[in-house]
């Protein structure tokens, strides 16, 4: 591989993806307290994340260069998504700026010397996959010791909720939530976290009956049917999900596995129902049992991170069983 190659692989594998962004958000929050040079916040980001900048990449036949490039644009990956997110949390008034934007370009030494064999030595300036940073930041002053921040930054909710296999229209629809909420925009934050609730459940259900063993999808097919009709409402369709687990004979091994017994699944769906009893307020001439105030939305918006997590770590468990049955 030559060292143009070389370059142009390690530019193609640089990516930074919104969860990178979401992950950086919360480490750089939670060591702002203690630290406010932006390059070791930065370095922190990648060092929880086990990642790091190799020192050289070797090009050479007899040696494999591929994982260097990876873990090369890996951790310019993560440095940018690190760098992002500060602005972010700078923008939102969860951290400010104390000095002038600064910083260097991440460079990487390459060579094609291997012991015993002559050859060439150089390194490449990576201008392209740069954002200056703020020298020194801190904590806010409005924000030392504030509790519940994760509710005014949607991806530090997120963070918060740490689900990996969150569907992506699912984690939207939290984010749309927390703006909304941000804004006192009550009934607009219930709406959309009754979309996201709707979502996680219909997800776990499609699951749970992919998982079913062959030969017993028919004993399954009138919740099949109710959870793929558009027409359904979304309580026959939870009520779908449960009736669907409440059959331990079938899906044991998921239950043993996710630690999620039929009894903690049924809990989640009362903190559902309260969703959707709020959201409905959409429909004219419709009130909820208890209007939908700041106190109220909070409360929904805390409670939906351990009820969500309930109901991935079950689909994550019914995943795994659907693979090892394929």
Not at 215 to 241: C, N, S, T, W, Y
């Amino acid at each position: 591989m030559t060292q143009q190659e070389a370059y142009k692989l390690i530019c193609e594998k640089v990516s930074v993806t919104p969860q990178r962004v979401v992950l950086a958000k919360g480490i750089i929050l939670d060591n702002v307290a203690k630290e406010n040079d932006s390059q070791k916040l930065i370095a922190g980001v990648l060092a929880v994340n086990k990642v790091e900048m190799p020192k050289v990449i070797v090009l050479h036949p007899s040696v494999d260069s591929i994982p260097a490039i990876a873990a090369a644009a890996d951790a310019m990956s993560w440095r940018l998504a690190a760098s992002e997110a500060m602005w972010s949390l700078i923008h939102h008034g969860f951290i400010v700026s104390m000095a002038q934007a600064q910083g260097e370009p991440p460079t990487l030494s390459w060579t094609t010397v291997i012991p015993g064999s002559g050859g060439e030595s150089s390194g490449w300036t990576f201008n392209e996959f740069f954002i200056p940073c703020p020298a020194r930041v801190k904590r806010a002053p409005s924000r030392e010791g504030a509790a519940n921040q994760f509710l005014a930054e949607p991806d530090l909710y997120l963070s918060t909720m740490n689900i990996p296999n969150i569907h992506p229209d699912i984690a939207d629809a939290f984010r749309e939530a927390v703006k909304c909420f941000r804004n006192e925009l009550f009934t607009a934050a219930i709406t959309m976290l009754g979309k996201a609730s709707e979502g996680a459940w219909l997800e776990l259900g499609g699951s749970l009956i992919a998982a079913v063993p062959q030969g017993q999808e028919q004993k399954f097919q009138k919740q099949k049917l109710q959870l793929e009709d558009p027409m359904e409402g979304v309580l026959r369709k939870i009520k779908a999900v449960i009736t669907v687990y409440e059959h331990q004979d079938v899906f044991q091994a998921i239950a043993r596995a996710s630690g999620i017994r039929l009894e903690e699944l049924r809990s989640v769906t009362i903190w559902s129902d309260a969703v959707r009893d709020s959201r409905n307020t959409i429909h004219f001439g419709v009130r909820p049992s208890t209007p939908n105030t700041y106190e109220k939305v909070s409360a929904l918006l805390i409670g939906a991170v351990p009820h969500i997590r309930v109901l991935y770590r079950l689909k994550e468990s019914a995943d795994a069983t659907r693979s090892l049955q394929a």
